[in-house]
């Protein structure tokens, strides 16, 4: 189990992963089901608390997983039961977030015990991979060593969480502590004690391909709304704007996502891997949020939920919002470059935004109120496809011939 080349040519994601992707579409159903639920009782608070809790959760997961095996997977047997134990660990930590969500709502502690089981069942196969390169890859032997250990001694300051069962404002605290501690300790492996050889294009593949499930969650949240309308009003014009909208919000948001060419520059400038890769937990937690949002509508629609129209919409409308403002950021902080046009770009997607919000406030409808907020991403498809395409190839050029 050493190294793979980082400049391997038609590097490209395995069946493998694929199939352990699978179970994150379980995991992202689950948090966009509990948060919609505390959402349209007007919970708010509890619900982005609980979202954040599992969002970073299930990310976390699939971050470790990913560049892991973008270094170091040989698909033999080692590997490959390894990767099913840690698909074991993805559904239990899934099981684990409706008494998470539940307990946050009551406000007291956050009953995280099964989440944390399903974390000690991935990081059990986890360090086991670790100890392997160690033992296989001399090269990076350091680095494989420092993993394991900061995996493990992180995971034990999980487990004790259980035990101390703190109340729940200071038990965030110490989520806040650890998650830091999480996300802090690749970065300081990679940086001081060695990087390992992740492929670029491979990853950037790999971060595609979650964004395509979580994309799932917006899909979903669509044909939720589009049976509410149909259950209630039959197949009418309401329940066509629904559809479209909804369609094409997904497919907008997809369009512009894969605009960005994040393998180039990926693979010309590594050390920009961290800022990208992690900035993609807001990219990952937005798509589900809208997905979530658009659940929220279709309780809206049927008439059962606790809030007013405006605010099912802005479930939607916030979290579209935030996608496209990381977006961006994202952008901008990969290719070191802030270009007018495109900030021209975002201030007009988020003034479509507010116009989907104020016609809902004005007596428009639900459906309606979601086409527009899918023209949010449609402004920045029309703009980079007639002029923005040339803005970042003179970007990409400069940025690659630093």
């Known amino acids: 189990m050493v190294g793979r080349d980082p400049d391997e040519a038609h590097r490209t994601a395995t069946p493998l992963e694929l199939l352990f992707d699978l179970t994150f579409v379980v995991a992202f159903s689950q948090a966009g089901t509990q948060t919609a639920h505390l959402l349209e009782l007007g919970h708010f608070v509890p619900a982005i608390i609980g979202f954040t809790i599992a969002v970073f959760a299930i990310c976390l997961a699939w971050i470790n997983y990913a560049w892991l095996a973008s270094a170091y997977d040989n698909d033999d047997v080692f590997f490959r039961v390894a990767t099913m134990v840690q698909m074991l660990g993805v559904l239990v930590l899934a099981l684990g977030l409706p008494p998470a969500f539940h307990s946050i709502d009551e406000g007291e502690h956050l009953d995280n015990g099964v989440m944390v089981a399903g974390y000690v069942i991935m990081r059990v196969a986890a360090v ?41 404002p200071v038990m965030l605290g110490i989520f806040a502590v650890l998650g830091t501690l999480e996300l802090l300790g690749p970065f300081v492996i990679e940086r001081r004690v060695g990087g390992t050889p992740w492929h670029a294009h491979h990853i950037a593949e790999r971060y595609g391909l979650l964004v395509i499930i979580t994309l799932g969650e917006v899909v979903l949240g669509t044909i939720l709304a589009i049976s509410a309308v149909v259950e209630r009003q039959g197949w009418t014009f309401e329940a066509a704007l629904v559809a479209f909208g909804g369609t094409l919000l997904a497919f907008g948001l997809w369009w512009v996502y894969f605009t960005i060419p994040s393998a180039k520059v990926l693979h010309r400038f590594r050390e920009r891997g961290f800022t990208w890769g992690y900035g993609h937990l807001v990219i990952f937690g937005s798509l589900a949020a809208t997905g979530a949002g658009l659940h929220v509508a279709a309780y809206e629609i049927e008439g059962i939920a606790h809030i007013g129209e405006v605010a099912a919409l802005l479930t939607v409308v916030v979290p579209v919002g935030v996608f496209l403002t990381a977006l961006f950021a994202i952008y901008s902080l990969l290719l070191r470059a802030f270009d007018r046009f495109h900030i021209l770009l975002f201030v007009l997607s988020m003034a479509a935004l507010g116009i989907a919000v104020l016609a809902v406030m004005s007596g428009a409808s639900m459906g309606a109120g979601i086409v527009l907020t899918a023209c949010a991403p449609l402004v920045v498809i029309v703009g980079y496809e007639t002029v923005g395409f040339r803005h970042q190839a003179s970007a990409l050029q400069r940025a690659l011939e630093k």
């Not at 001399?138 to 069962?165: K, N, P």
């Open 128 to 168: 086991a991979l670790w100890l392997r390169v160690a033992r296989h890859d001399r090269e990076h032997r350091r680095s494989a060593l420092a993993y394991a250990t900061v995996i493990g001694a992180i995971q034990v300051g999980w487990v004790t969480t259980i035990f101390i069962d703190p109340a729940l």
